[in-house]
């Protein structure tokens, strides 16, 4: 604000591991000029990346919006004993993801992710907040992750062996109606669109379909009657179903098989 040439100022998002991840997320500001988003497009390009224009600069972008409000399910679904790390990571390969949620933490780091969900709950409140105890007790227990040796895994020894089988208990639909719920919140935010929300998914999720592609084939209606579900049990704001995701409930737009949803059919 109040900057100089800042038409000429934009941001870039790199998706981590940067050296790995194809992702970059071109966040526009409120006075980047068109001409600034393509140069910035143009150098991720020239990195090997693929851009991804953001139209709104908010806390998180589009990416690590998704990934902290599935991560807070999946996170408070352990703290509660509803299921292992093994189970809720073997969960998630099984839909098609290749890395689960709980080794994603520990790579990142148990302190880090912590750090993040503080951050986020100052911007957007207490949708992003998460189960305080487990990680004050897995920080204070030094379980950062794979830079001290251990985390909800083991990692002294190196990469640890990940198995286990997906829980015949816990639904991972869950998993998915947070992160789909967010991208309601994202598109009320006008800062990305279905496609954009779908494109982020792809490249810095490495997930074989987009979000909103994948809510639209299991249905609004469904996903948003397992949000209240689970607001009515837990009273999270994280499941309180966004305004936009009841409204297009409302009027039937609830996915592929209704013509219309995230996207139209």
Not at 192 to 207: C, F, N, R, Y
Request: proline share 5%; aromatic share 8%.
């Amino acid at each position: 604000e109040g900057l100089r040439g800042a038409g000429r100022v934009g941001g870039m998002h790199f998706s981590n591991p940067p050296i790995l991840m194809p992702l970059v997320e071109v966040v526009k500001g409120r006075e980047t000029s068109e001409e600034t988003l393509r140069v910035i497009a143009r150098v991720a390009e020239k990195l090997g990346k693929t851009p991804v224009v953001v139209k709104k600069d908010m806390r998180g972008f589009v990416l690590n919006r998704i990934l902290m409000a599935a991560g807070a399910e999946g996170l408070w679904a352990i703290s509660r004993g509803e299921v292992t790390p093994e189970e809720l990571d073997a969960s998630l390969k099984a839909m098609g993801f290749p890395i689960g949620f709980a080794e994603a933490v520990d790579i990142i780091g148990v302190d880090i992710v912590a750090a993040v969900g503080r951050n986020f709950r100052e911007a957007y409140g207490d949708r992003f907040l998460l189960p305080v105890g487990l990680l004050e007790e897995m920080v204070g227990k030094g379980k950062l992750g794979k830079k001290t040796g251990k985390g909800f895994y083991d990692w002294s020894g190196g990469a640890p062996q990940i198995g286990g089988k997906p829980s015949e208990t816990y639904n991972v639909m869950r998993v998915v109606a947070a992160a789909a719920n967010e991208a309601f919140w994202i598109i009320e935010d006008e800062v990305a669109d279905p496609e954009t929300i779908d494109k982020v998914a792809k490249l810095g999720m490495m997930s074989p379909v987009g979000l909103c592609e994948l809510a639209d084939a299991i249905g609004l209606d469904v996903l948003a009657s397992l949000l209240n579900e689970m607001y009515g049990k837990y009273g999270l704001e994280l499941y309180k179903p966004c305004p936009l995701l009841e409204e297009y409930v409302k009027r039937g737009w609830i996915g592929k098989n209704a013509g219309r949803g995230f996207h139209k059919y």
